[in-house]
T-cell receptor, first 117, second 116 residues
């Protein structure tokens, strides 16, 4: 149980285009989802926290107009990187925390590798 | 100030031996949770083990155990009988309190290499 999926697993896009990444909890209801980005050989950096049906809370330094987060249902959150540039190239990973899972554990998706040309 | 510190950027261990990955934390909260995750080269984050601040016994999950020393604010991960498939990055993480929205703070990670 507690499976989180992400789609796509990798994406290459041209500079200036927008990219949408989906995060789904497959076998539980995710009351809260988190979006992280990770550069090579570095730790995870939290970008934002989203609760179903409300606006996302962004971490300091993260541009909310560039990284649009929508958490429309208890099983789906999306991250849209708008007008992507090469510096946005990174590994984006989501996690979900749900009801009835016992501990306060976050379960992570497999990640999305974004390359902006 | 760093809240989660992993002082070992890289570790080597011989197959079938045990290894300890260090993690220290800093918090003024009485209620918190400590987690260990494994990240293989594929990038997925795999949950290994959880320790609550009020848990009196050290957590164990199969070959993983967490050596929780509250007074020292340390939460070391012990992997027994290492296997080649254990080679990966390992992250220690902390969730502070119950009103922080469940945010996790991650350490810098330790890259473990298991030698045959």
């Amino acid at each position: 149980g507690a499976v989180v999926s992400q789609h796509p697993s990798w994406v290459i896009c041209k500079s200036g285009t927008s990219v949408k990444i989906e995060c789904r909890s497959l076998d539980f209801q995710a009351t809260t989802m988190f979006w992280y980005r990770q550069f090579p050989k570095q730790s995870l950096m939290l970008m934002a926290t989203s609760n179903e049906g409300s606006k996302a809370t962004y971490e300091q330094g993260v541009e909310k107009d560039k990284f649009l987060i929508n958490h429309a249902s208890l099983t789906l959150s999306t991250l849209t990187v708008t007008s992507a540039h090469p510096e946005d190239s990174s590994f984006y990973i989501c996690s979900a925390r749900g009801q009835g899972l016992g501990t306060d554990t976050q379960y992570f998706g497999p990640g999305t590798r974004l390359t902006v040309l | 100030a760093q809240k989660i510190t992993q002082t070992q950027p890289g570790m080597f261990v011989q197959e079938k031996e045990a290894v300890t990955l260090d993690c220290t934390y800093d918090t003024s909260d009485q209620s918190y949770g400590l987690f260990w995750y494994k990240q293989p080269s594929s990038g997925e984050m795999i949950f290994l083990i959880y320790q609550g601040s009020y848990d009196e016994q050290n957590a164990t999950e199969g070959r993983y155990s967490l050596n929780f020393q509250k007074a020292r604010k340390s939460a070391n991960l012990v992997i027994s009988a290492s296997q080649l498939g254990d080679s990966a990055m390992y992250f220690c993480a902390m969730r502070e309190g119950w009103n922080q929205g469940g945010k996790l703070i991650f350490g810098q990670g330790t890259e473990l290499s298991v030698k045959p």
